[in-house]
């Protein structure tokens, strides 16, 4: 689901019209608390810019994203003791909000959050798939 930035949610935090619980601002990037977490420490990246998809990042907008997110990780394992960790996004129509994020959050054992599996014939070989990828990537 893209959106025209005007309208976006996520763009409307960048430009303070929506308050939200900061925890990191720079000139790419805006990083606050999920208002719907996961478990408690949920923190989404969004970069300024209204974009949808990862691919459609600059390089400085995905380094930043993803040093950022290490930088989470760090601060959320010292802080909450987690089992372990998710960093997770959603592109194109599974991006519910149309701008792109990235979620950081601690997990534990037992939390609740998984994966779910659909009921689709299963994949061709694995070896074959990744052939072909590779083919793709030069």
């Known amino acids: 689901m893209m959106c025209k930035a005007e309208t976006c949610i996520f763009c409307q935090v960048v430009r303070g019209e929506i ?10 990037l805006i990083c606050f608390m999920d208002i719907e977490p996961i478990n408690e420490g949920h923190i989404l990246i969004v970069p300024k810019r209204h974009v949808l998809d990862g691919d459609a990042l600059t390089d400085d907008e995905a380094w930043g994203i993803m040093d950022m997110s290490r930088r989470l990780v760090r601060v959320l394992r010292e802080r909450y003791k987690p089992h372990g960790y998710s960093m997770m996004q959603n592109g194109g129509v599974f991006n519910d909000i149309g701008h792109y994020h990235m979620h950081v959050f601690p997990r534990y054992k037992g939390d609740g959050f998984g994966w779910t599996y659909g009921e689709i014939e299963k994949p061709r070989a694995v070896e074959v798939v990744g052939k072909e990828i590779r083919l793709l990537l030069g």
């Open 19 to 28: 308050d939200v619980v900061k925890v990191y601002e720079d000139d790419l």
